[in-house]
């Protein structure tokens, strides 16, 4: 069976892009628009996989990632950061928060699949 993966994005396009990349690879991808439509899915749904974007309206990534590691079901589950964001600070308070990979946008399709294989698994 197919891994799943949750890609948070508040940008069409950049959803709509890791969506596309992503399923031809071979993952079932379930879009979210902005951190607490993603926290809304992930409690429906337990996804392999979290893939989110750090700003965004409503709720941010870093949040979003808190909220998440607070449930049981996404205690160890791999959470990257996909961002525009690369400043050293932001990296160490997503890695306190929980974020297990960062890559920064725009990204290279090949990374972001070889990122998201190293994550599933």
Known sequence: MAKTILNIDDSSTVRKMVSMTL??????????VDGQDG??????????????DQNMPN??????IKALR????YKSTPILML???????KKAEG???????WLVKPFDPQVLVSAVQKLAG
């Open 70 to 73: 607070a449930l049981p079901q």
């Open 59 to 64: 709720m941010d990534g870093l949040t979003l």
């Open 83 to 89: 961002t525009t964001e690369s400043d050293d600070a």
């Open 39 to 52: 926290l809304n899915k992930a409690k429906e749904k337990t996804f392999d996989v979290v893939l989110t």
């Open 23 to 32: 399923t031809t690879a071979g993952y079932d991808v379930t879009e979210a």
């Open 95 to 101: 890695r306190a928060a929980g974020v297990n990979a």
